[in-house]
């Protein structure tokens, strides 16, 4: 569905008398399949947008290409328009205008005659629980049903491919569960969705496949369950008192299944292991047997910030 | 048809917002009703006009340029508003064509400044103003085109600099010694010469000229023609220009 190859993208800003030039995006080569929901995960500054505003034709790439719904990105972004929606990060609703009016006129914006333009914004209102609050202006709408208005938007002309930026930023848990099932009644429809996101849970959650990007480059892509089983192993978290941790560490340094031991700075060690299911109960009957008393035991299974922190050294959660 | 059909979707887009809110239409007015009212009659004496609606003809024309060039410059700052929102984002991702984006926008500013124009007239007939109607219709073409052109370079410039800050004193750098220098108040007859041959550069000041020639009812004056067709290819590379901003990449 999409294609890129190497597609690049530097900004010049200017800082007083200096120019500096920012490398937003530097070569990035992606796949992504029809019916999927494809997942960007980085930090903020890692080049998402930039990269989405290039897919949809927003701003021109310096460099690489790609093919979107099987439209050329260079020669046809025409066409390319015409097949994706794209759903911008900082909003795109008019605060004096009204959900109805704003629908009828994307629509339209896309050579739509106004009669199949207010019957597909009927619809699109209905789907999307805002039928409610259709006439009512933009402003007076929660940030939740905001979202839902501008998510409409992009699909008004029905797409092959939508574009979400950051779709659940600044939503309340209530309302970023509810988008979820939007966007996962998007991919039944039919739809390929691709999404960004800063979210760890979000992109493990919902969906398919991710990509993780940091400082412009793509580091890692594969389903969630491939990420974190490349990050081969379990974590076993095992409290203690500090009193007992050198002699704790000490009985279980050199045990088969102990892959690798570290221990905690306020007391507790923490074992790297294949399979933490197995290796919990002969933690615990080795400390037994060694008579040491033990605080907690915790099974600690990769995340996706373990996948991050590999491959950049830092952790999603700091950045 | 495809163009004609998207400028007429933005124009009726932005004219019903404006319609929701037709408040600004008479906030725009009012400073040249008030001008009208408080400062012609001072104009007379000053003018050595032989009669109040003479001196009517030399005033009103200026008037109604000085609302065409301020009321376009200033509406890049409702754009401003609408790149922040993100609309403009979204428009250029459909198939919208860019030209339309910007004409629509800027017609309605025209019409607005028609409406404005009107009520205007309206007032000085009271007055005692006389026009025909053929030159009024003129008149109000020239005063179309001056519109058009300075809303169009107030939208691309917003694009550009995108930010309030930097468009408000932009705008009034422009518009100061542009609305000094073209006799838009009172004619340069008396200037000196110095002053004249600055005015002669200022495209308003042709705009003027012939705006009052019209108003004076001399049709065949040679500033009727000129200031048209001045007008006309600077509205044109204004329209065209700013339409390229639309196009460009925008945040
Ligand atoms: N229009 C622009 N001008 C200058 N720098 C930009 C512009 N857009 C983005 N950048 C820079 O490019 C980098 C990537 O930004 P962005 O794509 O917005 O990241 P993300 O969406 O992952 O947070 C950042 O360092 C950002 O400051
Ligand atoms: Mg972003």
Redesign the interface.
Same mark, same amino acid.
């Given at each position: 569905m999409i294609e890129t190859r190497g597609l690049r993208k530097s900004f010049r800003s200017r800082a007083g008398r200096e120019t500096k030039t920012v490398d937003a995006v530097r070569g990035v080569n992606l796949e992504v399949a029809e019916g999927e929901i494809f997942g960007f995960l980085g930090p903020n500054g890692a080049g998402k947008t930039t990269t989405l505003r290039m897919l949809?034709?927003?701003?021109?790439p310096d460099g690489g290409d790609a093919t979107i719904a099987g439209a050329d990105l260079r020669k046809d972004p025409?066409e390319v328009?015409?097949r994706?929606?794209?759903v911008?990060q900082?909003?795109?609703?008019?605060?004096?205008?009204t959900a109805r009016?704003e629908l009828v006129?994307?629509a339209?914006?896309?050579?739509i005659g106004k009669a199949d333009a207010q019957r597909r914004a009927a619809r699109a209102l209905d789907a999307f629980q805002l039928t409610e609050y259709a006439d009512r202006k933009c402003k007076t709408y929660s940030g939740g049903q905001r979202r839902r208005v501008e998510i409409a938007?992009g699909i008004i002309?029905e797409p092959k491919i939508v574009f979400l930026d950051e779709p659940t930023t600044g939503l309340d848990p209530q309302s970023r569960a509810h988008m979820w099932d939007e966007i996962r009644r998007l991919r039944s429809d039919g739809m390929t969705v691709f999404i960004t996101t800063h979210y760890l849970d979000e992109a493990d959650a919902l969906c398919d496949r991710i990509a993780i990007m940091d400082n412009g480059e793509i580091v890692a892509e594969g389903t969630p369950g491939e990420l974190k089983r490349e990050i081969s192993g379990d974590v076993v978290l095992v409290g203690l008192d500090l009193a007992a941790t050198p002699q704790a560490a000490q009985s279980l340094d050199g045990e088969a299944y102990v892959n690798k031991l570290e221990t905690v700075d306020e007391g507790g060690l923490r074992l790297y292991v294949d399979e933490g299911a197995t290796a919990i109960p002969q933690v615990l009957r080795r400390l037994d047997h060694a008579g040491l008393e033990l605080r907690s035991i915790e099974l600690h299974r990769p995340s996706l910030d373990d996948v991050f922190l590999t491959k950049t050294g830092r952790s999603l959660r700091e950045s | 048809m495809?163009f004609a059909r998207?400028t007429w979707?933005i124009f009726q887009?932005q004219t019903?917002?404006l319609l %929701?809110?037709p408040v600004w239409v008479f906030v725009g007015v009012f400073q040249p009703v008030m001008y009208l009212l408080l400062f012609a009659p001072l104009l007379k004496p000053a003018l050595n006009a032989p009669t109040q609606a003479a001196a009517y003809k030399i005033f009103v024309p200026g008037l109604l340029v000085l609302l065409a060039i301020f009321g376009g410059l200033f509406q890049g700052f409702g754009l401003i508003a609408?790149l922040r929102?993100?609309?403009i984002?979204?428009? %250029?991702?459909?198939?919208?064509s860019r030209l339309a984006l910007l004409l629509g926008r800027s017609l309605r500013d025209v019409v607005s400044l028609l409406v404005q124009a009107v009520i205007i007239t309206l007032l000085a007939l009271l007055f005692d103003l006389r026009v025909f109607i053929g030159d009024l219709l003129l008149a109000y073409l020239l005063l179309a085109l001056i519109a058009l052109m300075t809303s169009a370079v107030s939208y691309g410039v917003a694009l550009k600099v995108k930010s309030e800050d930097a468009l408000a004193p932009l705008m009034n750098t422009v518009a100061q010694p542009v609305l000094l220098l073209s006799g838009i108040l009172l004619p340069l007859t008396f200037a000196p010469g110095w002053l004249q041959g600055i005015a002669n550069w200022n495209p308003f000041s042709w705009a003027v000229d012939g705006t009052r020639a019209l108003f004076a009812g001399d049709l065949g004056s040679d500033r009727v023609w000129q200031g048209l067709t001045i007008t006309a290819v600077l509205a044109a590379l204004g329209v065209y220009w700013a339409a390229r901003q639309f196009a460009r990449?925008?945040r």
């Open positions: 949809a034709t927003l701003i021109e025409a328009r015409r994706i929606g794209y911008p900082g909003g795109s609703t008019w605060d004096e205008s009016e006129l994307h339209r914006m896309y050579g938007l002309h | 495809k998207d979707l887009r019903q917002l %929701r809110n609408e929102a993100g609309v984002e979204r428009s %250029r991702v459909t198939p919208i990449s925008v």
